[in-house]
């Protein structure tokens, strides 16, 4: 099958939840499928990367993103039925391109990953699947309804914005030929928005075989973790600063010697201020940061979509606690495969638990395991997506 796929973003390197997918999915949908990969990059050093993605593309075509607060990305969401968020990727040169592949190519579908990059699509009659990763105008409403009081003159404002971003998301879905999800709870969000929607549903995973085999010790210590997280991303920002300054306190009242490690991408930046001698904030290798750690302890506020990091700690044998929001696409039973709770308290009681009775900890993480292998690879996900593509190609409706 011929596919044109459309990212926000170079799949490569692995740096956010959203590339690691997207790569993988590439890399197991390339064998069987001719993949030409159009996508946006922040900076020129990005197409070096470029190589990372050739084995498994026909053609890759990039295309220079403007920065975020651009005047005309302004000027759009403050003067236009545009949010900021559509505003920031459209692009006249990839339109143009992806109308002269459609006019040269037969292709027999585009592959869309998020809405805010149909706009760029010209009419055509080649049916369109569209990815949403995560649901766009919850993730900014939870965020307009946590402003701090010194803020709250931005929120008629904000709330215009995410009412576009609400209105072009739908409207988008609708135009789809498919709907793609990652988790059952966004399918059911996206079906009550837009009636009679074709949802399929196709989960996070990971590189079971990459992150199974131990290497690294365990720290000495008690080490808690948040991470591995994009810090640019606002969820991550939130669920960090809970776990700072309300959560992590109360475990280090019971279990004096422990550590917190904030690690990810843009941690040193978000908290270059902090000052506590119990915290350690830096970027790492995945597999040697999730077999160094005790336990990944996430309170998250913000749902939507489902979070490849757990996925990669399930995978490494770290148990995971977190709340009910941050658990959302993982088929993982509360004291079974994962702790949940919503009330940071408790969360903390529960990371306690793991960190002092370490056969509890080793029976949570090696269950946890066993759900990642049996579920969630990379392959299975792939297997999913290319079934939907063959709905999408045919015609069908199931």
Same mark, same amino acid.
């Given at each position: 099958?011929?596919?044109?796929?459309?990212?926000?973003?170079?799949?490569?390197?692995?740096?956010?939840?959203?590339?690691?997918?997207?790569?993988?999915?590439?890399?197991?949908?390339?064998?069987?499928?001719?993949?030409?990969?159009?996508?946006?990059?922040?900076?020129?050093?990005?197409?070096?990367?470029?190589?990372?993605?050739?084995?498994?593309?026909?053609?890759?075509?990039?295309? /220079? *993103?403007?920065?975020?607060? $651009?005047?005309?990305? !302004?000027? =759009?969401? +403050?003067?236009?039925?545009?949010?900021?968020?559509?505003?920031?990727?459209?692009?006249?040169?990839?339109?143009?391109?992806?109308?002269?592949?459609?006019?040269?190519?037969?292709?027999?579908?585009?592959?869309?990953?998020?809405?805010?990059?149909?706009?760029?699509?010209?009419?055509?009659?080649?049916?369109?699947?569209?990815?949403?990763?995560?649901?766009?105008?919850?993730?900014?409403?939870?965020?307009?309804?946590?402003?701090?009081?010194?803020?709250?003159?931005?929120?008629?404002?904000?709330?215009?914005?995410?009412?576009?971003?609400?209105?072009?998301?739908?409207?988008?879905?609708?135009?789809?030929?498919?709907?793609?999800?990652?988790?059952?709870?966004?399918?059911?969000?996206?079906?009550?928005?837009?009636?009679?929607?074709?949802?399929?549903?196709?989960?996070?995973?990971?590189?079971?075989?990459?992150?199974? /085999? *131990?290497?690294?010790?365990? $720290?000495?210590?008690? !080490?808690? =973790?948040? +991470?591995?997280?994009?810090?640019?991303?606002?969820?991550?920002?939130?669920?960090?600063?809970?776990?700072?300054?309300?959560?992590?306190?109360?475990?280090?009242?019971?279990?004096?010697?422990?550590?917190?490690?904030?690690?990810?991408?843009?941690?040193?930046?978000?908290?270059?201020?902090?000052?506590?001698?119990?915290?350690?904030?830096?970027?790492?290798?995945?597999?040697?940061?999730?077999?160094?750690?005790?336990?990944?302890?996430?309170?998250?506020?913000?749902?939507?979509?489902?979070?490849?990091?757990?996925?990669?700690?399930?995978?490494?044998?770290?148990?995971?606690?977190?709340?009910?929001?941050?658990?959302?696409?993982?088929?993982?039973?509360?004291?079974?495969?994962?702790?949940?709770?919503?009330?940071?308290?408790?969360?903390?009681?529960?990371?306690?638990?793991?960190?002092?009775?370490?056969?509890?900890?080793?029976?949570?993480?090696?269950? $946890?395991?066993?759900?990642?292998?049996?579920?969630?690879?990379?392959?299975?996900?792939?297997?999913?997506?290319?079934?939907?593509?063959?709905?999408?190609?045919?015609?069908?409706?199931?």
């Amino acid at each position: 099958m011929k596919i044109l796929m459309l990212t926000p973003y170079l799949p490569y390197p692995l740096h956010s939840g959203g590339q690691t997918r997207s790569f993988n999915l590439i890399k197991n949908l390339g064998k069987k499928h001719q993949i030409t990969l159009f996508s946006f990059i922040r900076e020129d050093k990005e197409k070096r990367y470029r190589k990372n993605l050739a084995p498994y593309c026909q053609q890759i075509k990039l295309f /220079k *993103r403007r920065k975020a607060w $651009a005047p005309i990305n !302004v000027f =759009l969401a +403050g003067f236009s039925p545009y949010p900021l968020l559509v505003s920031i990727y459209f692009s006249r040169s990839l339109r143009k391109a992806i109308a002269r592949e459609l006019n040269t190519q037969n292709y027999d579908l585009i592959h869309v990953e998020n809405f805010y990059l149909m706009q760029n699509i010209p009419k055509t009659k080649v049916p369109i699947l569209l990815v949403d990763q995560t649901i766009e105008h919850r993730v900014y409403q939870h965020f307009v309804d946590s402003l701090p009081k010194t803020l709250i003159f931005l929120k008629p404002f904000l709330l215009l914005d995410v009412a576009k971003i609400k209105f072009w998301e739908t409207f988008y879905w609708k135009k789809a030929s498919m709907m793609v999800a990652v988790s059952q709870e966004d399918k059911k969000l996206m079906q009550s928005q837009a009636k009679d929607l074709e949802v399929k549903i196709v989960p996070n995973g990971v590189d079971e075989s990459y992150f199974q /085999k *131990r290497v690294y010790p365990r $720290a000495k210590k008690p !080490v808690v =973790l948040f +991470g591995l997280a994009n810090f640019k991303w606002m969820q991550n920002k939130e669920g960090a600063q809970i776990l700072i300054n309300h959560v992590w306190p109360l475990i280090k009242k019971k279990i004096p010697e422990a550590k917190l490690w904030i690690v990810g991408r843009y941690a040193p930046e978000f908290l270059k201020g902090l000052k506590k001698k119990d915290v350690v904030v830096k970027e790492g290798k995945p597999k040697k940061i999730y077999q160094q750690a005790w336990a990944l302890v996430a309170p998250m506020r913000s749902g939507g979509g489902s979070r490849t990091k757990f996925f990669e700690a399930m995978a490494s044998k770290l148990p995971i606690v977190t709340t009910p929001e941050g658990a959302e696409g993982i088929a993982a039973q509360d004291g079974k495969e994962i702790f949940i709770s919503d009330d940071l308290q408790d969360l903390a009681e529960k990371a306690v638990k793991l960190l002092k009775n370490r056969d509890l900890a080793e029976n949570i993480a090696k269950k $946890a395991k066993e759900l990642a292998k049996k579920k969630y690879g990379w392959d299975k996900s792939a297997q999913k997506l290319d079934q939907a593509y063959q709905e999408v190609a045919d015609g069908k409706k199931s």
